[in-house]
């Protein structure tokens, strides 16, 4: 049960650090995606008008889809078990984007929630049952 913990643990900051990485990245390299990521944090925090830009926001869940699956492969890893840390895993990581899609309901179109939320789970599922070394 310990090591699916550190398992679990270990994917979900390395969802984090991927997430966000890959979010400084991209905008460095293309500035409309962070002028897009500024304006939806001053929506959250500050209650700015926000308009979302629908490429941008499926690129989100394209990258919801490819760091969820790293991170179950991850937690699979770390775990040695390529069905539970990877399930429990997705669990929480459901549990955090349903918790952010609470935080910006009113900001982005329903289907964003909706497939945003409904592909971490199975991802990180994927992910864990794709790491052969687990």
Same mark, same amino acid.
Request: proline share 4%; net charge positive.
């Given at each position: 049960? %310990?090591? *699916?913990?550190?398992?679990v643990l270990a994917g979900?900051? !390395? #969802? *984090?650090?991927?997430w966000f990485g890959t979010e400084t990245v991209?905008?460095?390299? #293309?500035?409309e995606f962070g002028a897009h990521q500024a304006a939806f944090q001053a929506a959250i925090e500050k209650g700015a008008?926000?308009?979302?830009?629908?490429? *941008?926001?499926l690129i989100h869940i394209v990258l919801a889809l490819?760091?969820? !699956?790293? !991170?179950?492969s991850l937690a699979a890893f770390v775990a040695s078990d390529r069905k539970w840390a $990877? %399930?429990?895993?997705?669990v929480v990581l459901l549990a955090f984007g349903l918790l952010k899609a609470g935080m910006s #309901?009113?900001?982005? $179109?329903?289907?964003?929630?909706?497939?945003f939320a409904a592909v971490l789970l199975p991802m !990180?599922?994927?992910g864990g049952k794709l790491n052969r070394n687990a």
């Amino acid at each position: 049960m %310990l090591r *699916i913990t550190f398992g679990v643990l270990a994917g979900f900051f !390395a #969802w *984090i650090i991927v997430w966000f990485g890959t979010e400084t990245v991209l905008s460095a390299v #293309w500035p409309e995606f962070g002028a897009h990521q500024a304006a939806f944090q001053a929506a959250i925090e500050k209650g700015a008008s926000f308009s979302p830009n629908t490429t *941008i926001l499926l690129i989100h869940i394209v990258l919801a889809l490819i760091v969820s !699956a790293i !991170a179950g492969s991850l937690a699979a890893f770390v775990a040695s078990d390529r069905k539970w840390a $990877p %399930l429990m895993l997705g669990v929480v990581l459901l549990a955090f984007g349903l918790l952010k899609a609470g935080m910006s #309901w009113t900001l982005v $179109p329903v289907w964003y929630h909706v497939l945003f939320a409904a592909v971490l789970l199975p991802m !990180a599922t994927l992910g864990g049952k794709l790491n052969r070394n687990a």
